[in-house]
């Protein structure tokens, strides 16, 4: 039975559960979520889909999972693949998705949607440079732990680069340069090698062309 993930394309969260699909080369199909219309926001969405009202939610059968985090956890118990090559890895592959999820990917999101999506007399300038610094802190940590070695974990691909990789590759600004942070660099061109990898516009439905 083909999966299906529950996505849009703006959507690094998404992108996080359909790379790892993607990458674990599972049969699966991305149903779109018309967030920008406000889809996960209606009663319907809440009371049938996902109750916290977010993207990806993937349904397998019976088996109807929200958080990019366990869908990943999913794909893992499925395939054996990205979890981590020991049980001490795969604590380390969780230790570094809960830091993305709280630390990483949530601010990053957060300040793209706020100088791309909102509309521009909305955007909160102060609010903009305070999260600049919050992530320029994340860049940090992430550039100085991955000098010297390939993944952020192990020898291998795991769960803990296709969670923190996910908002680096959008084009649209947040203040992320990659030529600012040479080890992230070389680490984003290391996973865009893997074979199958898709950038998150060409992987699920949904482009802000779209709404041009
Ligand atoms: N920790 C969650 C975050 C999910 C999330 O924030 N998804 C966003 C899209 S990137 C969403 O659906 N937001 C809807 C809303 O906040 O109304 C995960 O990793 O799945």
Redesign the pocket.
């Known amino acids: 039975m083909t999966i299906q993930l529950h996505c849009f394309g703006?959507?690094?969260?998404?992108y996080?559960?359909a790379l790892a699909l993607e990458l674990a080369g599972l049969d699966w199909e991305p149903v779109f979520?018309d967030?920008f219309n406000g889809a996960?926001?209606s009663p319907e969405y809440r009371s049938q889909i996902n109750e916290?009202?977010?993207?990806?939610v993937l349904v397998d059968g019976a088996v109807k999972l929200?958080?990019?985090?366990v869908?990943q956890m999913y794909v893992t118990e499925k395939t054996g693949k990205f979890g981590g090559a020991t049980p001490a890895e795969a604590r380390e592959v969780m230790r570094w998705v809960f830091w993305d999820?709280h630390k990483f990917?949530?601010q990053a999101?957060m300040t793209r949607f706020l100088m791309n999506f909102l509309p521009e007399e909305k955007r909160p300038a102060p609010v903009i440079q305070f999260m600049q610094g919050r992530l320029k802190a994340a860049y940090e940590v992430l550039n100085t732990h991955l000098a010297g070695r390939d993944w952020i974990v192990g020898d291998a691909i795991t769960n803990a680069d296709i969670s923190c990789c996910a908002y680096l590759y959008y084009p649209e600004p947040f203040g992320f340069d990659r030529a600012d942070w040479p080890h992230i660099d070389a680490w984003l061109t290391r996973i865009s090698d893997q074979p199958g990898w898709k950038h998150p516009y060409d992987l699920m439905p949904g482009n802000p062309s779209d709404r041009a």
């Open positions: 703006e959507s690094g969260n998404a996080k559960a979520v967030f996960t926001r916290m009202g977010e993207v990806p929200s958080q990019s985090g869908i999820n990917s949530s999101g």
